[in-house]
């Protein structure tokens, strides 16, 4: 007792996050979370973010931990600070992003009483949270904020929330300084099975068309996953296919890489998913974005697994090998014993694999024509990374066509560079995400590619960059629609568009100015380049809203109820806009 | 639903419909060691019905108060495939140590306990009162016109003799839900406390 200083359990909470390294927050404060601000207050180590929108501080979190690799905190009041950020929650966990949320609580003997801005903070988040905690006691502060962290960051990571009662901020005791935190039932990371992994190579080393169909779990496994891949799928010779989450861990430049898979994947991505004999899947998860008809997907493929969430596997497609453990660990293992066996050049045997591949490529499925004045979206996209393309950049997304675009005319040359929302598809996502990128890398070149429905989800974010200066660029794709809905509003619902136009916008340009940043704005072909270049010239946040023809589809696209090898081409006829369907628009 | 049905919805729907294998569902025993802590139940169930699985029965209970270990069993139906996602997801709760599937051991033993109350006089309440004895139910409490007897076994005879009772003047019923546990060699509680013990 003598020795040691006794602190609050607010104080105590941001020791243990220093602890564990953390020196970023994004917050929002109020009457639940005063204490925990008030420790903040005379805390020169963190740098606090304040947002303008807790789902905003949530997804800034993800930026920052999917640009980094880190751990991504967050910091919201009870009642609505809390059920403001469950968007963002749900988000993390869906695209195993590690988040961890501080939520201040109503003290411990009002709880259940309907107090002022009380809400089940535990039991909201239980179904959107890897693991969640309610503190009771000022001695498990240190504990739960250690126990979280370890969870929310190891196995497959994901969001976790630990809801902090006012009176436990404010309780006092002594901080134990504890190394090591140990969750007896939590066993995160599965020793992977060697024979398998060597029953998995013999099936790649006879393979005559085998494909490489690899997912976030490269990207959140670390640089060493990346770099691993990279040797394996260079020495078996192999062509390789990202999901949208794994863009980035293969260079998208490479020549053995096919492009993005999935509905708006290319043409010969998912040719070669169909026609594989041997499927090494890596982190990804079998999506049904991914699969389209699960009786179809992949026919003639022997089907490797490699996951480390053993929940993954068998779950949507049953496979030969299934092997749980971390895609670096995995990797590397593959590697060696493909090393060791000496196996000799596969060129030869793949060559009629690649002629085929090479046939399909031929097909151009990301070709367009930029015929006129009118800007395509497709060509702003392209001409947005022709740009920035040997700059340091990194990409957040909005949700919709804009969002499919950017995932397929961008190459990513490293991982950590794409951050979109994927599993929950998220519009207001890419704003900020984009403010969470940009102070985890503040001399980069930050871009939201964004539409022009989902930034005005979270629009207020601007103000946040404008706050702290930071310089990232909100690219708008303006084509007036909810362009996806209306795609599919379109095929699949007889050009019936009930909802999807935005009759009234903000100017764009002004309202940018209205927040202090800069607006932009471009509506012909002659004026994109300069406008894009000055976006990039200026040195703090930009809104630009690049005005493109408004019916423009999404294509290549596997259609409802398909297979891989029925996907609809932009050169295959689609129906006339019906009159009635434009009626009420 | 008609197959044409199903396929024209997921014409539509823009998702796979899983096939249906035409595997018929089976019933299964899952018996959980957990951290004993706040909210785990919660999760557990939450588990259940955010992924549209089943619970016929549930119960759980502290089994070592002083390690803080409970035991939760739940009987589900399923596909196989169905079932081994389940333990699956379970196994994946923070605060679950493991899950054993009762049902797929043959030395496994299965029982419920019950308390079934009757309300029955003369002739109806002598019958009632034979048929709990040729079940080794006994009777725990009685009164002037109702009396409560105890039953512990295996779940079919309980519901064999629960609708023998019936017709007589069932009251009441109250079932602790399944336990379930398999005479093996090998013990997971021993193995956690193993593992307590190393770290
Ligand atoms: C929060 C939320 N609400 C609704 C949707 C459904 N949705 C998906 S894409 C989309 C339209 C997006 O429009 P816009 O941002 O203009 O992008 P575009 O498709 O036109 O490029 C909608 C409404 C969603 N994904 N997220
Ligand atoms: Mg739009």
Same mark, same amino acid.
């Given at each position: 007792?003598?020795?040691?200083?006794?602190?609050?359990?607010?104080?105590?909470?941001?020791?243990?996050?220093?602890?564990?390294?953390?020196?970023?927050?994004?917050?929002?404060?109020?009457?639940?979370?005063?204490?925990?601000?008030?420790?903040?207050?005379?805390?020169?180590?963190?740098?606090?973010?304040?947002?303008?929108?807790?789902?905003?501080?949530?997804?800034?979190?993800?930026?920052?931990?999917?640009?980094?690799?880190?751990?991504?905190?967050?910091?919201?009041?009870?009642?609505? #600070?809390?059920?403001?950020?469950?968007?963002?929650?749900?988000?993390?966990?869906?695209?195993?992003?590690?988040?961890?949320?501080?939520?201040?609580?109503?003290?411990?003997?009002?709880?259940?009483?309907?107090?002022?801005?009380?809400?089940?903070? =535990?039991?909201?988040?239980? $179904?959107?949270?890897?693991?969640?905690?309610?503190?009771?006691?000022?001695?498990?502060?240190?504990?739960?904020?250690?126990?979280?962290?370890?969870?929310?960051?190891?196995?497959?990571? #994901?969001?976790?929330?630990?809801?902090?009662?006012?009176?436990?901020?404010?309780?006092?005791?002594?901080?134990?300084?504890?190394?090591?935190?140990?969750?007896? *039932?939590?066993?995160?990371?599965?020793?992977?099975?060697?024979?398998?992994?060597?029953?998995?190579?013999?099936?790649?080393?006879?393979?005559?068309?085998?494909?490489?169909?690899?997912?976030?779990?490269?990207?959140?496994?670390?640089?060493?996953?990346?770099?691993?891949?990279?040797?394996?799928?260079?020495?078996?010779?192999?062509?390789?296919?990202?999901?949208?989450?794994?863009?980035?861990?293969?260079?998208?430049?490479?020549?053995?890489?096919?492009?993005?898979?999935?509905?708006?994947? @290319?043409?010969?991505?998912?040719?070669?998913?169909?026609?594989?004999?041997?499927?090494?899947?890596?982190?990804? %998860?079998?999506?049904?974005?991914?699969?389209?008809?699960?009786?179809?997907?992949?026919?003639?493929?022997?089907?490797?697994?490699?996951?480390?969430?053993?929940? $993954?596997?068998?779950?949507?497609?049953?496979?030969?090998?299934?092997?749980?453990?971390?895609?670096?660990?995995?990797?590397?293992?593959?590697?060696?014993?493909?090393?060791?066996?000496?196996?000799? $050049?596969?060129?030869?045997?793949?060559?009629?694999?690649?002629?085929?591949?090479?046939?399909?490529?031929?097909?151009? *499925?990301?070709?367009?024509?930029?015929?006129?004045?009118?800007?395509?979206?497709?060509?702003?996209?392209?001409?947005?990374?022709?740009?920035?393309?040997?700059?340091?950049?990194?990409?957040?997304?909005?949700?919709?066509?804009?969002?499919?675009?950017?995932?397929?005319?961008?190459?990513?040359?490293?991982?950590?560079?794409?951050?979109?929302?994927?599993?929950?598809?998220?519009?207001?996502?890419?704003?900020?995400?984009?403010?969470?990128?940009?102070?985890?890398?503040?001399?980069?070149?930050?871009?939201?590619?964004?539409?022009?429905?989902?930034?005005?989800?979270?629009?207020?974010?601007? *103000?946040?960059?404008?706050?702290?200066?930071?310089?990232?660029?909100?690219?708008?794709?303006?084509?007036?629609?909810?362009?996806?809905?209306?795609?599919?509003?379109?095929?699949?619902?007889?050009?019936?568009?009930?909802?999807?136009?935005?009759?009234?916008?903000?100017?764009?340009?002004?309202?940018?100015?209205?927040?202090?940043?800069?607006?932009?704005?471009?509506?012909?072909?002659?004026?994109?380049?300069?406008?894009?270049?000055?976006?990039?010239?200026?040195?703090?946040?930009?809104?630009?809203?690049?005005?493109?023809?408004?019916?423009?589809?999404?294509?290549?696209?596997?259609?409802? #109820?398909?297979?891989?090898?029925?996907?609809?081409?932009?050169?295959?006829?689609?129906?006339?806009?019906?009159?009635?369907?434009?009626?009420?628009? | 639903?008609?197959?044409?049905?199903?396929?024209?919805?997921?014409?539509?729907?823009?998702?796979?419909?899983?096939?249906?294998?035409?595997?018929?569902?089976?019933?299964?025993?899952?018996?959980?060691?957990?951290?004993?802590?706040?909210?785990?139940?919660?999760?557990?169930?939450?588990?259940?019905?955010? %992924?549209?699985?089943?619970?016929?029965?549930?119960?759980?209970?502290?089994?070592?108060?002083?390690?803080?270990?409970?035991?939760?069993?739940? @009987? =589900?139906?399923? =596909?196989?495939?169905?079932?081994?996602?389940?333990?699956?997801?379970?196994?994946?709760?923070?605060?679950?140590?493991?899950?054993?599937?009762?049902?797929?051991?043959?030395?496994?033993?299965? %029982?419920?306990?019950?308390?079934?109350?009757?309300?029955?006089?003369?002739?109806?309440?002598?019958?009632?009162?034979?048929?709990?004895?040729?079940?080794?139910?006994?009777?725990?409490?009685?009164?002037?016109?109702?009396?409560?007897?105890?039953?512990? #076994?295996?779940?079919?005879?309980? %519901? @064999?003799?629960?609708?023998?009772?019936?017709?007589?003047?069932?009251?009441?019923?109250?079932?602790?839900?399944?336990?379930?546990?398999?005479?093996?060699?090998?013990?997971?509680?021993?193995?956690?406390?193993?593992?307590?013990?190393?770290?």
């Amino acid at each position: 007792m003598a020795n040691k200083k006794m602190l609050n359990g607010a104080e105590i909470l941001l020791q243990s996050l220093k602890d564990c390294g953390v020196d970023t927050i994004f917050g929002y404060p109020g009457g639940a979370v005063l204490p925990i601000y008030d420790a903040i207050y005379n805390d020169e180590h963190f740098k606090h973010i304040l947002v303008r929108h807790e789902q905003g501080a949530a997804h800034a979190a993800e930026g920052y931990a999917r640009s980094t690799g880190k751990l991504g905190v967050i910091l919201v009041t009870s009642g609505p #600070g809390v059920t403001n950020a469950i968007t963002g929650l749900t988000d993390a966990l869906l695209d195993s992003v590690p988040v961890l949320c501080i939520s201040g609580q109503v003290p411990t003997a009002l709880i259940g009483t309907d107090a002022f801005q009380e809400a089940d903070a =535990t039991g909201l988040t239980r $179904s959107c949270t890897k693991h969640n905690y309610l503190v009771k006691d000022v001695n498990e502060v240190e504990e739960t904020v250690k126990q979280g962290i370890q969870i929310a960051t190891t196995g497959r990571p #994901g969001p976790v929330l630990i809801d902090f009662p006012k009176d436990i901020q404010l309780a006092k005791t002594e901080y134990n300084d504890s190394k090591k935190s140990y969750i007896p *039932s939590y066993h995160p990371k599965a020793k992977p099975d060697l024979d398998k992994i060597q029953q998995a190579i013999d099936l790649m080393e006879n393979a005559v068309k085998p494909v490489f169909y690899t997912g976030g779990g490269i990207i959140n496994s670390g640089a060493k996953a990346s770099k691993t891949l990279v040797e394996l799928v260079k020495a078996t010779g192999f062509p390789i296919t990202n999901t949208l989450l794994g863009l980035g861990a293969y260079p998208g430049e490479d020549e053995q890489f096919l492009g993005m898979l999935g509905m708006h994947g @290319t043409y010969e991505a998912n040719m070669a998913m169909h026609g594989c004999d041997v499927l090494i899947n890596i982190g990804a %998860r079998f999506d049904d974005r991914v699969t389209g008809r699960i009786e179809a997907f992949a026919p003639f493929a022997k089907k490797i697994h490699i996951d480390i969430d053993q929940t $993954s596997i068998d779950k949507n497609i049953a496979v030969d090998i299934g092997i749980i453990g971390d895609a670096a660990e995995i990797l590397l293992e593959m590697k060696k014993i493909w090393d060791k066996k000496s196996i000799k $050049s596969q060129d030869k045997k793949l060559k009629p694999w690649w002629d085929q591949i090479n046939t399909w490529r031929e097909k151009d *499925s990301l070709g367009y024509i930029q015929d006129n004045e009118d800007i395509k979206p497709q060509y702003a996209i392209d001409r947005l990374y022709q740009k920035i393309k040997e700059k340091d950049f990194y990409i957040t997304t909005e949700v919709g066509q804009h969002q499919m675009w950017a995932a397929q005319y961008i190459k990513f040359p490293t991982p950590h560079r794409f951050m979109t929302s994927g599993g929950l598809g998220t519009m207001g996502y890419g704003l900020p995400a984009a403010v969470g990128v940009q102070v985890a890398h503040p001399d980069s070149l930050v871009i939201d590619v964004a539409g022009e429905a989902s930034i005005q989800m979270t629009m207020q974010e601007i *103000s946040t960059a404008v706050q702290y200066n930071l310089p990232l660029k909100v690219f708008i794709i303006n084509n007036k629609w909810m362009g996806m809905v209306r795609q599919w509003q379109e095929l699949n619902h007889g050009c019936r568009y009930s909802e999807s136009y935005s009759d009234a916008l903000p100017d764009f340009v002004k309202l940018a100015e209205a927040y202090g940043a800069k607006g932009l704005r471009a509506e012909k072909l002659s004026e994109l380049d300069g406008v894009i270049d000055e976006m990039i010239a200026h040195k703090g946040p930009v809104i630009v809203d690049i005005l493109v023809t408004k019916q423009e589809n999404c294509f290549p696209m596997i259609p409802s #109820g398909a297979a891989h090898n029925e996907m609809i081409l932009n050169e295959d006829p689609i129906p006339e806009t019906s009159e009635e369907g434009l009626a009420k628009v | 639903m008609e197959n044409q049905e199903l396929d024209a919805i997921e014409q539509i729907s823009h998702y796979p419909i899983p096939p249906d294998n035409g595997e018929a569902d089976t019933r299964h025993v899952l018996t959980m060691l957990a951290r004993d802590k706040t909210g785990t139940l919660a999760r557990v169930i939450g588990l259940f019905s955010a %992924r549209n699985y089943n619970v016929d029965s549930l119960s759980a209970d502290n089994i070592d108060v002083e390690r803080g270990i409970s035991c939760i069993t739940i @009987t =589900t139906r399923g =596909t196989n495939k169905v079932i081994e996602q389940i333990k699956r997801q379970l196994e994946r709760l923070i605060d679950i140590h493991c899950v054993i599937d009762v049902s797929n051991s043959k030395d496994r033993v299965i %029982r419920e306990l019950a308390l079934i109350k009757i309300r029955a006089k003369g002739q109806a309440r002598l019958e009632a009162l034979t048929i709990a004895n040729s079940f080794r139910a006994h009777v725990v409490d009685g009164a002037d016109d109702t009396f409560i007897i105890e039953i512990s #076994g295996a779940p079919r005879k309980i %519901r @064999t003799l629960i609708s023998l009772l019936k017709p007589l003047g069932l009251a009441g019923v109250v079932k602790t839900g399944t336990a379930g546990m398999i005479n093996s060699s090998y013990s997971p509680f021993e193995e956690i406390l193993k593992q307590e013990e190393k770290s």
